[in-house]
């Protein structure tokens, strides 16, 4: 098939335009400056303002199901997200094709628990979940009243990129070369991950069956559960040596967080490292059969050394 992939220089976006290509299907890489990094073989590069319902649809001719990880600055979710999904729908009944979609946790709320689902109670308790709450609520609309396909597969924290905004590469990992790994919250407590070649891998095998799947349908993808002393012993068993442990300072995150908007917005987040929670597989599970979970030491490896890190 030929797959659209919006915000293709995105760390998740770029991965999974990397596996559809290496599952033999043709890529239109779809970025704001019409170039993408790191991608070759049956792509075509086109150009988008992702917020122009015109410029998407034009961008996105010719394909048979378009992939959106679009993701604004975290500041600027209020101003940027609903216009792209509104945006995003334009194209996708235009065309008449389906969407693949980047669900988030924030949506649970702080009531997230361990095994989430897709029938898990949905809380919009913050700012960001209160948006991604409306999105889908869109997307749900459009296939219901319009037929637009949408398939989410929603998942935990991103690892596993060259790409950087992850917690994983600026916070967790930046001072392991002086001896330090960061956990922002109670190092005990279980923490959702996607490590992000997996997670394009369950994108590809999603999209490749979209025709068995209802108009509008959604997945929990499980990744890697660990807590801070778990997640510390996979770095340390990469790097050889031991690390100490650090804090995230976070009334000082706070009060910056009164002059910088982005601050502010990672804050208000910080819930997801203060309550254990988890994803289940078992819908993703019985729909595919078979999952490709790369096991979490070697995940972890490799994830370090995709940032730049030295591992023994």
Do not use: C
Not at 19 to 46: I, N, Y
Not at 97 to 125: C, M, W
Not at 259 to 276: D, S, V
């Amino acid at each position: 098939m030929k797959v659209a992939v919006l915000g293709a220089n995105g760390r998740v976006s770029n991965i999974v335009a990397k596996a559809f290509l290496a599952h033999g299907h043709d890529v239109v890489a779809v970025t704001r400056t019409g170039e993408a990094k790191g991608l070759a073989g049956k792509v075509e590069f086109r150009a988008a303002d992702a917020t122009s319902a015109e410029q998407l649809i034009a961008a996105t001719s010719g394909v048979d199901l378009i992939f959106n990880g679009l993701n604004p600055p975290y500041d600027k979710w209020e101003e940027f997200v609903m216009p792209m999904a509104r945006a995003v729908m334009a194209a996708a009944r235009t065309h008449g094709v389906p969407h693949l979609f980047i669900g988030n946790v924030y949506n649970y709320g702080k009531q997230i628990p361990l095994d989430a689902s897709p029938e898990t109670r949905q809380f919009p308790e913050t700012s960001k979940a209160k948006i991604r709450i409306e999105m889908e609520a869109l997307f749900r609309r459009e296939a219901m009243d319009h037929g637009v396909k949408t398939v989410i597969l929603r998942a935990g924290d991103f690892y596993g990129t060259e790409g950087t905004g992850s917690w994983f590469d600026q916070m967790m990992i930046t001072k392991i070369e002086k001896g330090t790994f960061t956990w922002p919250g109670p190092v005990n407590l279980p923490h959702a991950f996607a490590y992000t070649p997996d997670l394009a891998e369950a994108f590809v095998a999603l999209a490749e069956r979209m025709a068995d799947l209802p108009v509008y349908d959604e997945f929990t993808f499980e990744g890697h559960t660990l807590d801070g002393k778990q997640f510390q012993a996979l770095v340390e068993k990469a790097v050889g040596r031991k690390l100490k442990t650090a804090g995230v300072p976070w009334f000082a995150i706070r009060l910056m967080g009164l002059f910088q908007p982005i601050l502010a917005a990672l804050h208000e987040m910080r819930y997801l490292w203060f309550t254990a929670h988890s994803l289940s597989n078992a819908k993703l599970k019985s729909f595919l059969g078979e999952i490709k979970t790369t096991p979490p030491a070697q995940a972890v490896r490799e994830a370090l050394i995709a940032q730049g890190k030295k591992v023994v």
